[in-house]
């Protein structure tokens, strides 16, 4: 059976895609300015050089990863306006960043359950609650430590559905 192309049709999902990550980048890019000029790590309860590995290292060179941030966020503005106009090279490197953001999206909720296990077992040790309060907030770290991951792996799924769609040789044909 032949296979038919539509030449010149515009799928709504590439558009409605670009768009929302057009959105998206600009956000995460504001949020990332505001944050390297606040500094809000420096208001942290624990000194940052006794933070162990990784997690102390991100803490210490915070302005570091806001920076790569921003230039994560403008790239994936510069290939959702590729995208909008159906440019084959956009279409690549937005995949080749859908890929990345999920690796930063497993990593970042490695480093959110290490922050909140560095910092709320600190709080704790220093406060002095009843067993009743200590065991309410205890179940309620662990339905946010649960929550926090469930939508990172839906996240990360929806990723990888884009860019499935993304390769699809419908899709592919647009940029032809």
Same mark, same amino acid.
């Given at each position: 059976m032949p296979q038919t192309y539509n030449v010149g049709s515009r799928s709504r999902f590439v558009n409605f895609v670009? !768009?929302? %990550?057009?959105?998206?980048? &600009? %956000?995460?890019c504001e949020w990332a300015v505001? =944050?390297? &000029?606040?500094? +809000? !790590?420096?208001?942290l309860a624990?000194? +940052?050089?006794?933070? +162990?590995g990784l997690t102390g290292w991100l803490v210490r060179h915070a302005a570091w990863v806001f920076s790569a941030a921003?230039?994560?966020? *403008?790239?994936?503005?510069?290939?959702? $306006?590729? #995208? #909008? @106009?159906?440019i084959e090279w956009a279409r690549r490197v937005f995949i080749g960043l859908l890929i990345v953001a999920i690796g930063v999206d497993l990593a970042g909720l490695w480093l959110q359950q290490e922050f909140v296990r560095l910092l709320v077992d600190s709080a *704790? @040790? =220093?406060?002095? *609650?009843? =067993?009743p309060a200590a065991e309410l907030f205890g179940g309620a770290v662990t339905m946010a430590r649960v929550l926090a991951g469930f939508l990172? *792996?839906?996240?990360?799924?929806? #990723?990888?559905?884009? $860019? @499935?769609? #993304?390769m699809s040789p419908s899709v592919r044909q647009e940029f032809a």
């Open positions: 670009a !768009w929302m %990550f057009i959105l998206l980048a &600009a %956000f995460a505001i =944050q390297n &000029a606040t500094k +809000p !790590w420096a208001s624990v000194d +940052p050089s006794t933070l +162990p921003i230039a994560l966020s *403008l790239a994936t503005v510069v290939c959702a $306006i590729g #995208l #909008l @106009r159906r *704790l @040790r =220093q406060a002095t *609650l009843t =067993q990172t *792996l839906v996240a990360s799924a929806a #990723l990888v559905g884009i $860019i @499935r769609r #993304l």
